[in-house]
């Protein structure tokens, strides 16, 4: 039951001033994960062998590693930009939707940190 | 968390059958959700045979009938009975349509109607639509300008200038996009709605308005506009062929456009 007026209602806490750049940032990604997909599938599928050692030489070349991390890193990017929309989208509940917001970061953050720590632990590690 | 069923109290029961009279000639079905807020019952859906040879082709002529010849207690909007009211907008066979222009024989044998979707019941197939309405007021839908009109005459617009906000401006107001639009059933306290951004869309591209910065400072919102997800519900139901989900996302373009 509220007696505000229906215009304060529906003007609420007025504009943010901001999700141009989420939604800008969403769309720059999506194109540029076309490219980085469609580069990583044929890299894979054009590799003699899919063995540890070819594709750890692979990885090894300074080209890939780079491309591999611009990859994961857009990746886990977009994604975050994407599940925070779904949030925002379903989770109503004020405390339950920083607390997811919060953790979708967190798990993003990590995914990326970790998959880029992987790429560099292949790429500079070595010979096997 | 959104709901996906409905509350316990809106939770549909089984209605009452108005068989038609024998010897009627051309039989259709309508099954109607009927509402009534002061008997403090659920929702029912109620099942109305009708011969539609008594009456005029399109559904709103049907309910008409009906509420003539069967129940005087069908309750319903209806006003100019040729699309350029929009009162007549309700779910019928699943789509929101306006029951004025909706012909029968595009539809089959059995007819379904609801009311609006997802907005608050009134009676019947009456929405509340207060706050729709305050939604379009708050996108200030008039012109603002700080130059003052000519002294001998109007403000004066070129012809491409008017073919520009010449469809936009072809809002009706019905409800019809913005009650089929997912988004809007999630979140329509915060989201303005296709319908209201459409209008606001009108005000930014009319060539006599001067307000237009403000007016996308206003929309700049991850809830308010950005809420539009291109599902295109929206231009698929508009009764009036009009695109909000293309002047959505020309509001977004001008947004990003003016930032580089």
């Given at each position: 039951m509220t007696l505000r007026s229906p215009l304060g209602r529906a003007i609420g806490?007025?504009?943010?001033?901001?999700g141009v750049h989420h939604w800008w940032t969403q769309r720059l990604s999506a194109v540029a994960l076309v490219f980085l997909s469609i580069w990583f599938v044929v890299s894979l599928l054009s590799l003699p062998a899919h063995d540890y050692p070819t594709v750890s030489a692979w990885m090894r070349q300074g080209w890939t590693a780079v491309l591999l991390i611009v990859f994961v890193l857009t990746a886990a990017w977009h994604s975050q930009l994407g599940v925070r929309v779904v949030v925002e989208d379903y989770v109503h509940d004020s405390g339950m939707k920083f607390l997811s917001l919060a953790l979708v970061t967190f798990f993003h953050v990590a995914v990326a940190v970790a998959g880029v720590f992987a790429i560099l632990k292949v790429a500079l590690g070595g010979a096997v | 968390m959104a709901d996906?069923?409905?509350?316990?109290?809106?939770?549909i029961r089984k209605g009452v059958t108005h068989k038609a009279p024998s010897g009627a000639r051309e039989l259709r079905t309508f099954r109607i959700y009927r509402f009534d807020p002061?008997?403090?019952?659920?929702?029912?859906?109620?099942?109305?045979?009708?011969?539609?040879?008594?009456c005029g082709p399109?559904?709103?002529?049907?309910?008409?009938?009906?509420?003539?010849?069967?129940d005087?207690?069908?309750?319903?909007?209806?006003?100019?009975?040729?699309?350029?009211?929009?009162?007549?907008?309700?779910?019928i066979d699943g789509v929101n349509r306006l029951a004025c222009t909706t012909s029968m024989h595009d539809l089959g044998k059995e007819i379904r109607i609801y009311p609006l979707p997802h907005m608050p019941v009134v009676k019947d197939l009456v929405p509340d639509l207060t706050h729709f309405y305050a939604q379009y007021a708050s996108v200030k839908p008039w012109l603002v300008a700080q130059t003052p009109p000519p002294p001998d005459g109007e403000r004066l617009q070129s012809k491409a200038e008017q073919?520009?906000?010449?469809?936009?401006?072809?809002?009706?107001?019905?409800?019809?996009?913005?009650?089929?639009?997912?988004?809007?059933?999630?979140?329509?306290?915060?989201?303005?709605?296709p319908a209201a951004l459409l209008a606001a869309y009108r005000w930014i591209i009319d060539s006599r308005d001067e307000a237009t910065g403000e007016r996308l400072d206003a929309l700049e919102d991850p809830f308010k506009l950005y809420r539009c997800h291109t599902i295109m519900n929206c231009t698929d139901v508009c009764p009036k062929d009009l695109n909000p989900a293309k002047a959505i996302a020309e509001i977004k373009k001008m947004l990003v456009e003016r930032q580089s």
């Amino acid at each position: 039951m509220t007696l505000r007026s229906p215009l304060g209602r529906a003007i609420g806490a007025g504009s943010a001033k901001e999700g141009v750049h989420h939604w800008w940032t969403q769309r720059l990604s999506a194109v540029a994960l076309v490219f980085l997909s469609i580069w990583f599938v044929v890299s894979l599928l054009s590799l003699p062998a899919h063995d540890y050692p070819t594709v750890s030489a692979w990885m090894r070349q300074g080209w890939t590693a780079v491309l591999l991390i611009v990859f994961v890193l857009t990746a886990a990017w977009h994604s975050q930009l994407g599940v925070r929309v779904v949030v925002e989208d379903y989770v109503h509940d004020s405390g339950m939707k920083f607390l997811s917001l919060a953790l979708v970061t967190f798990f993003h953050v990590a995914v990326a940190v970790a998959g880029v720590f992987a790429i560099l632990k292949v790429a500079l590690g070595g010979a096997v | 968390m959104a709901d996906f069923r409905l509350p316990a109290n809106s939770r549909i029961r089984k209605g009452v059958t108005h068989k038609a009279p024998s010897g009627a000639r051309e039989l259709r079905t309508f099954r109607i959700y009927r509402f009534d807020p002061s008997s403090g019952e659920n929702p029912s859906v109620d099942t109305f045979e009708l011969d539609v040879g008594e009456c005029g082709p399109m559904v709103l002529d049907a309910l008409i009938r009906i509420k003539d010849a069967v129940d005087s207690s069908l309750t319903f909007r209806r006003s100019c009975r040729e699309g350029i009211c929009g009162s007549c907008a309700m779910n019928i066979d699943g789509v929101n349509r306006l029951a004025c222009t909706t012909s029968m024989h595009d539809l089959g044998k059995e007819i379904r109607i609801y009311p609006l979707p997802h907005m608050p019941v009134v009676k019947d197939l009456v929405p509340d639509l207060t706050h729709f309405y305050a939604q379009y007021a708050s996108v200030k839908p008039w012109l603002v300008a700080q130059t003052p009109p000519p002294p001998d005459g109007e403000r004066l617009q070129s012809k491409a200038e008017q073919e520009k906000i010449d469809r936009p401006a072809a809002c009706i107001l019905c409800a019809c996009c913005s009650t089929a639009c997912p988004s809007y059933w999630w979140n329509s306290d915060r989201y303005l709605g296709p319908a209201a951004l459409l209008a606001a869309y009108r005000w930014i591209i009319d060539s006599r308005d001067e307000a237009t910065g403000e007016r996308l400072d206003a929309l700049e919102d991850p809830f308010k506009l950005y809420r539009c997800h291109t599902i295109m519900n929206c231009t698929d139901v508009c009764p009036k062929d009009l695109n909000p989900a293309k002047a959505i996302a020309e509001i977004k373009k001008m947004l990003v456009e003016r930032q580089s």
